[in-house]
């Protein structure tokens, strides 16, 4: 079957190869076989949730370009209510961000937007935008109904006065989780001590450092990492330096004999969020 444009209109090859891609939506004109939402019902079994794909191409990493612009690059995700509207974006795009001249402070957010109006029809990466604020700016809220439905993959914070933005990722949290669909997904090395961000969940990150490397586990309040529990994170301790957790403010620590470190070198352990702020370090711990 020839890819189409929303209204079942055959559309060029070269024209359907773009950087961004997604579907599937309701053909126009007489009695279709399915809707979408039936699609999207039938693909949620699978998906389960909405987020991005792991493992798959760049996996939408949101970056700061020249001056106010962001770049989204490569990847895949699922999104909607239910989770069975597609989207790839197989190509760097550049989106541009709004200067703010009130000399204040705001923040953005880049996110996938699912549009299922009738004049729209589209899966887009697009600038959510801020509200400038003394203090307390906060990044915008996002739409999640049956119609529209928006996941983020990164905050931008934007300086009033000043030329430079500041990306924050978000992929991973709770405003965009992550699918698994292709395996196993690649490992991260960290070299020093780190706090755990949301690249890190659901992966294997190898801690190769011949010096001692300190793991924070942030509280939930500052990064939730996830939206429930049963976040888990591998680790494998790769170097001679040793590997020690440490939890942040808030944050409870369980483990066999108050456990915080990796016992030798090349031994696995895991952790596991079983609370709102509580984690579970097991394996080869001491």
Request: net charge negative; with cysteine.
């Amino acid at each position: 079957m020839q890819p189409g444009k929303p209204g079942g209109k055959l559309i060029d090859r070269e024209d359907y190869f773009m950087a961004q891609k997604y579907g599937l939506f309701n053909s126009v004109g007489g009695s279709p076989a399915y809707a979408d939402v039936d699609l999207a019902n039938m693909l949620s079994l699978i998906t389960n949730h909405a987020g991005y794909v792991v493992g798959y191409k760049n996996e939408l990493a949101v970056t700061a370009g020249a001056g106010f612009q962001v770049i989204v690059d490569t990847g895949g995700a699922w999104l909607g209510d239910p989770p069975g509207w597609w989207y790839i974006n197989d190509e760097a795009l550049t989106l541009d961000i709004d200067a703010e001249v009130s000399g204040y402070s705001r923040i953005d957010r880049v996110v996938l937007k699912l549009n299922r109006n009738s004049e729209a029809l589209s899966v887009t990466a697009e600038i959510k935008k801020g509200t400038p604020a003394v203090s307390s700016h906060v990044a915008p809220s996002l739409t999640q109904n049956s119609t529209v439905f928006e996941i983020s993959l990164a905050q931008v914070l934007i300086t009033g006065g000043s030329t430079a933005i500041v990306v924050t990722d978000e992929r991973g949290s709770i405003d965009c989780e992550q699918i698994i669909l292709n395996g196993t997904p690649d490992a991260i090395e960290e070299s020093s001590s780190f706090e755990l961000d949301y690249k890190h969940v659901g992966k294997l990150v190898n801690c190769n450092s011949a010096s001692d490397i300190e793991i924070t586990i942030p509280s939930n309040a500052t990064k939730p990492l996830k939206s429930g529990v049963n976040t888990c994170i591998a680790f494998l301790r790769v170097g001679a330096g040793s590997v020690s957790f440490i939890p942040a403010d808030e944050v409870t620590l369980r483990a066999p004999y108050n456990a915080n470190k990796i016992t030798v070198q090349y031994a696995p352990c895991t952790l596991t969020k079983i609370g709102t702020n509580t984690w579970l370090l097991a394996g080869n711990v001491t």
